[in-house]
């Protein structure tokens, strides 16, 4: 698993590093990265604690990581009454398409 490898080595760890991280022997990881093993959905959710990413990021499924603290932001709008969550995420897309804008510019 390219991306399995691509985690660890961008957080500076050994596969042992990993291995002990998670509870696994560090030939497991090894294992994993060359694709001769796959990870229980348990060891999955071990690895992607890790690497604070979700699953779907760690198996590939989508590229692109969403900081936990936006998806925290995220679920609390979810769970606030439909017209007050219109109205925040007016604001926010105004915020974005404006903040995108400037940006543009300044470059």
């Known amino acids: 698993n390219q991306r399995l490898v691509q985690l660890r080595k961008e957080h ?3 596969q042992s590093e990993l291995a002990k991280k998670i509870g696994i ?5 090894g294992r994993y990265e060359r694709g001769e093993a796959k990870p229980s959905i348990e060891q999955v959710l071990k690895i992607a ?3 604070d990413v979700s699953m779907d990021y760690l198996t ?3 590229d692109e990581t969403i ?3 936006l998806i925290k932001q995220m679920i609390a709008l979810q ?3 439909q017209k007050e969550r219109e109205h925040i995420l007016f604001a926010i897309e105004a915020l974005v398409r404006d903040t995108t804008t400037r940006l543009s510019y300044a470059s």
């Open 60 to 62: 590939g499924k989508i």
């Open 12 to 14: 500076n760890l050994s």
């Open 25 to 29: 022997h560090a030939n497991v990881v």
């Open 79 to 81: 769970q606030l009454p």
């Open 49 to 51: 604690d890790v690497f």
């Open 67 to 69: 900081e936990p603290k």
